[in-house]
């Protein structure tokens, strides 16, 4: 069975602190996706990475997939109260069966 | 764009009343499924269909049954309900299976079973 673990469960942290969001797994994805979700709201896929090793930049969000592709990680530069939400990834397990990790949940206070 | 639209919203149920949850999508996507969230365990898939008559289980199954007559709908129905699957459940489409697909989620259901 594929996992996929999430640290830290829950983050709070201060407008204008950076933070990293880690995603590990034993087994290798072909892709990693991450999602943020908002209270009351389904979750919006934010970034896919294929290839190992590879970097994506989304604003102030960073995504780097691992060179194994067994990890991923999100950095977030200069947090902003508009990045509070549980943030998720999730491995392509088959025929897009998207496994997901329990998720972080990151608030950022003004 | 309407998008991926699920209802109803909320509902409680007794132990053992069944009921559906209504799940349509107007972007013709193959790929529909289903998720149960639920604190500290991330989304888990329910069951999927590929496409209009076609379903398979996902990881959580039991307690559920599916059915895709039409390229938008994809109903899940609750059989006899459990206090177990009290949870909040997520439709997704996407253009099709293949990876590196995006899903699209509705707003989701919160089901309370008592």
């Known amino acids: 069975t594929q996992l996929l673990e999430q640290s830290p469960q829950f983050l709070s942290i201060q407008e204008g602190e950076n933070l990293t969001v880690y995603c590990n797994s034993s087994s290798v994805f072909s892709s990693l996706q991450w999602y943020r979700q908002e209270p009351g709201e389904g979750p919006v896929l934010l970034v896919t990475v294929v290839t190992g090793g590879e970097v994506k930049k989304l604003k102030r969000l960073t995504f780097q997939f691992g060179d194994a592709r067994k990890d991923s990680s999100l950095h977030i530069t200069a947090a902003q109260p508009g990045d509070t939400g549980l943030y998720l990834c999730?491995?392509?397990?088959?025929?897009?069966?998207?496994?997901f990790g329990a998720g972080t949940r990151l608030a950022v206070h003004p | 764009n309407a998008g991926v639209t699920q209802t109803p919203k909320f509902q409680v149920l007794k132990t053992g009343q069944s009921m559906t949850l209504q799940c349509a999508q107007d972007m013709n996507h193959e790929y529909m499924s289903w998720y149960r969230q639920d604190p500290g365990m991330g989304l888990r898939l329910i069951h999927y269909s590929v496409g209009a008559g076609i379903t398979d289980q996902g990881e959580v199954p039991n307690g559920y049954n599916v059915s895709r007559s039409t390229t938008e709908d994809f109903p899940l129905r609750l059989l006899s309900a459990a206090p177990s699957q009290t949870s909040v459940y997520f439709c997704?489409?996407?253009?099709?299976?293949?990876?590196?697909?995006?899903?699209?989620f509705g707003q989701g259901t919160r089901l309370t079973v008592v």
């Open positions: 997704a489409s996407s253009y099709s299976g293949r990876l590196n697909t995006e899903a699209f």
């Open positions: 999730a491995g392509a397990g088959g025929y897009n069966k998207l496994i």
